[in-house]
């Protein structure tokens, strides 16, 4: 009897607190309202950026600076070319038709019978330096040489696996390559010189 007398008590007490709103929060969780400081006015620069996909403003330097823009030279123009071919030979089996066949490699030669005769010439190349599936891993241009305007060679380090049985080290082979510019344009030119100058492990 007591215990339910005890029970009915607190739930009086308890119907009374809700009332006189009991259940709001406590005084000391009661924070007074701050007055928070006023900031400074800050005037940001404004800066016109150029939207996706829209072409970057050529950039020149000022009159009379002294600096000459050599961007549209042949000589520029040879250097990236020939760096970006070269580039594109690693990681490529050139006993594939797929490698072959790819357009990124055709681009650099004037008609499909130079690359042709390019391709079969590396490929054979690749095999007598022993590289594992014919597949370059990395090359280094060794050497730009300009003999004359619009004529120009390519000295290449080429480097991979060696496919030989228990050969646990690299393979290498160095080729030099001519390049001619015709119709305002670097192409390589096989037979012109080109060729393997050394290959060994």
């Known amino acids: 009897m007591r215990a339910r007398a005890r029970r009915a008590g607190a739930a009086v007490v308890l119907a009374l607190a809700i009332g006189a709103g009991g259940c709001s929060r406590p005084g000391w969780l009661r924070a007074p309202d701050l007055d928070m400081p006023k900031m400074p006015d800050v005037d940001m620069p404004s800066v016109d950026l150029p939207s996706f996909g829209s072409k970057a403003p050529d950039i020149e ?5 002294g600096v000459e823009v050599l961007t549209a030279s042949p000589e520029v123009e040879f250097h990236l070319r020939a760096s970006q071919f070269y580039e594109r030979l690693t990681g490529r089996r050139f006993n ?21 005769d390019y391709f079969s010439d590396l490929a054979q190349d690749l ?4 590289f594992e599936r014919n597949q370059p891993l990395a090359t280094e241009v060794e050497e730009f ?23 646990f ?22 037979g012109a010189g080109e060729g393997e100058i050394s290959r060994g492990e």
């Open 61 to 65: 330097p000022a009159e009379g600076s």
């Open 169 to 190: 080290w690299s393979t290498r082979l160095v080729r030099e390559d001519r390049w001619e510019r015709r119709d305002g344009r670097w192409w390589i030119i096989p």
């Open 96 to 116: 594939s038709l797929a490698t072959f066949r790819d357009p990124a490699l055709r681009e650099f030669f004037e008609t499909p019978e130079s690359f042709s």
């Open 145 to 167: 040489a300009v003999d004359a305007p619009g004529r120009a060679r390519v000295r290449v380090w080429i480097g991979g696996e060696n496919g030989l049985p228990l050969r």
């Open 127 to 130: 095999a007598e330096a022993n």
